[in-house]
C-alpha cells in the first residue's frame, strides 16, 4: 500500500507570496489533518478534514486555509506568507471513522520563506 | 492550558538502554502516543497507551501512569539506526493530539 505523499518537498517563497501545498493520504483513508513543525516547538495542529469537510481546527490566523476533494487528496494554502511562515509542514492520514487511531505521516514540505 | 514536556537531546551508548521520559497536562485524557522521525523524514508510530502499565513491543517499551501524568519510551539493545527524534502526544477529551517538542537522541560507538 502505497504510504502519504506530499508536494513539493521543498519550497522557496518571498514574503507576500502565497503558497499551496498538497497530501495525497493513504489509499481508502478519508480523514487528512495538518501540521506546523518548527525546531523546538512540538506539531501544531492547523485543520483536520473528513469527506471534504473541516472537521476540526487549530489556532492558526485565517492565511491558513485548506480544503479536501473527493479522492481525499487535501491542499493547503497559506496567503500572504511571513517569515515566521518557515517550517516543515506534515500532513497525516487516517481512516477517520475512529476517535482514536494512529495517524500515518507523509514525510512533509519544507517552505523557506524570505 | 494543555502542556507535553520532555527532554530536548539525550545521548546514548550503542547497545545500551535508554529511557526518554515525557510529562503531560491535558484537559481530559484519550491515550499518548510515542513516534519516531529521523531526520527528514515522516513520523511513524511507535506504541500507543491508554492504561497504566508496561507495554513491550520488541526493543521498545512504552510506560504509562495516568495518575501522574507520565510516560516513558524505553530503547534497549541501542542500534545506530535508533539515532532520531523521539515526538510524545497525549490525546485530550476532544481526540485532540497535543504534541512535545520532540526529544533527539543521539547514539554513539
Known amino acids: 500500500k502505497a504510504g502519504v505523499t506530499q508536494t513539493p518537498r521543498y519550497l522557496i517563497k518571498t514574503r507576500g507570496q502565497q503558497v499551496t501545498l498538497s497530501c495525497s493520504p493513504i489509499s481508502g483513508h478519508r480523514s487528512v489533518s495538518w501540521y506546523q513543525q518548527t525546531p523546538g516547538q512540538g506539531l501544531q495542529f492547523l485543520f483536520e478534514y473528513f469527506s471534504e469537510t473541516q472537521r476540526n481546527k487549530g489556532n492558526f490566523p485565517g492565511r491558513f486555509s485548506g480544503r479536501q476533494f473527493s479522492n481525499s487528496r487535501s491542499e493547503m494554502n497559506v496567503s500572504t506568507l511571513e517569515l515566521g511562515d518557515s517550517a516543515l509542514y506534515l500532513c497525516?492520514?487516517?481512516?477517520?471513522?475512529?476517535?482514536?487511531?494512529?495517524?500515518?505521516f507523509g514525510p512533509g514540505t519544507r517552505l523557506l520563506v524570505l | 492550558g494543555q502542556n507535553i514536556d520532555q527532554p530536548t537531546e539525550m545521548t546514548a551508548t550503542e547497545g545500551a538502554i535508554v529511557q526518554i521520559n515525557c510529562t503531560y497536562q491535558t484537559s481530559g485524557f484519550n491515550g499518548l502516543f510515542w513516534y519516531q522521525q529521523h531526520a527528514g523524514e515522516a513520523p511513524t508510530f511507535l506504541s500507543y497507551n491508554v492504561l497504566d502499565g508496561l507495554e513491550e513491543k520488541g526493543r521498545f517499551s512504552s510506560f504509562l501512569s495516568r495518575s501522574k501524568g507520565y510516560s516513558y519510551l524505553l530503547l534497549k539493545e541501542l542500534q545506530m539506526k535508533d539515532s532520531a527524534s523521539y515526538l510524545c502526544a497525549a490525546m485530550d477529551s476532544n481526540y485532540q493530539l497535543i504534541w512535545g517538542a520532540g526529544t533527539k537522541l543521539i547514539i554513539k560507538p
Open positions: 497525516a492520514s487516517s481512516t477517520g471513522l475512529a476517535d482514536v487511531e494512529t495517524q500515518y
